[in-house]
């Protein structure tokens, strides 16, 4: 058959040797001369060239070049594992603009080192509500990609990249404001805490995953409270699911306290301990934020020594909140002390009761915020 190409490639008519130049007419005399590896080697190489815009002028012969690779080393060819890589992250970055329930499919042809990364960059493109990108996470799972691997390198990718750090794929501008200032509880947030706060969404997707999410819940938390973003820690917070908090978390924390109250007993003769700030509380952190919803989480008393990694996360996560909690109730005090009707309450019955219950509303408001100051936010070691 060689020769039969060889006097096509110098016959005298210029339209036959245009058509059998055709990409097509190539791909089908690759096959025919058993030449597909020199030909898929050579494609792989125009498509890093091209910046991959190659497939976008030809996606079918992209999507047909994939799958013929794909079937021949099914059946045993020798194909270069990098190319075949190489043209499958270029169908990939195809399919992930058109027909993304199909990424999965392809990625788990994929080296196994890679897959994570290559599904992690994908999902961290997709801007959909949060049931629609944990369907495609899901996905991965049954394709036999490791889900819980994706979730936390998805989740890795955008806080970083919300940090300030490289990511070609989707750069985000986040110079901070020099000036710094506690933001309003009723603040609207920006569109990069945004993302931030639905990355979490990532790794709370499987209760398998709220140890990993615990880490990165302080981490942004923090950075939202270093910036005076306190409504953006607020609904962080608000977001999670009712069940975030472990039982064991609570358990190992109330233990930690527990054996510091004892040591420090000891180290006081006996007697009632002096330098634990209180023996470990069942009462709730109750968070109110942008989304209107309260969570409650069971917290343990800090500023004893811990030795467990996930329970020293869990102690940072109740600071925060605790925090959180009080700046909450500071504001709702101001607020409260702000609206102090203008009349004297000796002007009438009806000015005289709206001054009784602006006046009941704050005293309400100073008791509350005084004992989230004093009893929950300053009994602890953090400060």
């Known amino acids: 058959m060689r020769h039969v190409f060889t006097a096509i490639a110098t ?14 007419h190539r791909l089908q005399k690759a096959l025919i001369e058993d030449t597909f590896v020199e030909y898929v080697t050579e494609f792989a190489r125009a498509l890093r060239a091209a910046n991959e815009s190659a497939a976008d002028d030809c996606p079918e012969l992209l999507r047909l070049v994939v799958h013929i690779a794909l079937y021949l080393r099914r059946l045993g060819a020798d194909l270069p594992a990098e190319v075949v ?13 058109s027909h993304r329930e199909l990424v999965a499919t392809y990625v788990a042809h994929m080296p196994t080192v890679v897959q994570t990364d290559v599904y992690a960059r994908f999902l961290q493109g997709i801007a959909d509500p949060a049931p629609i990108r944990l369907q495609l996470l899901r996905l991965a799972g049954r394709h036999g990609l490791d889900q819980a691997a994706i979730a936390k390198r998805t989740a890795e990718r955008v806080l970083h990249c919300c940090a300030g750090g490289s990511d070609d794929d ?21 569109d990069v805490e945004l993302v931030q706060i639905r990355a979490i969404e990532w790794v709370t997707s499987s209760p398998r995953l709220y140890e990993h999410a615990l880490i990165e819940v302080c981490g942004l938390a ?31 924390a109330d233990s930690a306290a527990a054996a510091a109250a004892a040591a420090a007993a000891d180290e006081d003769g006996g007697g009632s301990s002096g330098s634990v700030a209180s023996t470990p509380s069942r009462s709730g952190l109750i968070r109110r934020g942008p989304a209107g ?34 700046l909450a109730h500071y504001s709702t005090w101001a607020e409260t ?14 000015q005289q009761a709206q001054w009784l219950e602006w006046r009941a509303g704050l005293s309400l408001a100073t008791d509350q915020a005084v004992e989230m100051f004093r009893d929950r936010l300053l009994e602890v070691d953090w400060l």
């Open 11 to 24: 016959h005298d008519s210029a339209a036959l040797r245009l058509e059998s130049a055709a990409p097509f």
């Open 85 to 97: 890589s190489d043209v499958l992250e270029s169908y990939i970055a195809h399919l992930a603009e």
């Open 170 to 190: 989707s750069p985000m501008d986040t110079e901070a404001d020099p000036a710094f200032e506690l933001a309003e509880p009723a603040e609207p947030l920006t």
């Open 222 to 252: 923090r950075r939202f409270l270093l910036a005076g973003r306190t409504n953006a820690a607020a609904h962080l917070f608000n977001s999670l699911p009712e069940d975030f908090v472990q039982h064991d978390w609570v358990a190992k």
């Open 293 to 326: 919803k309260a969570q409650r989480a069971s917290s343990a008393t800090a500023g004893c020594a811990v030795g467990d990694d996930t329970t020293s996360h869990f102690h940072e996560y109740i600071h925060l909140l605790s925090l959180c909690d009080a």
């Open 337 to 350: 002390l702000c609206k102090q009707p203008a009349t004297k309450p000796d002007q009438g019955a009806r």
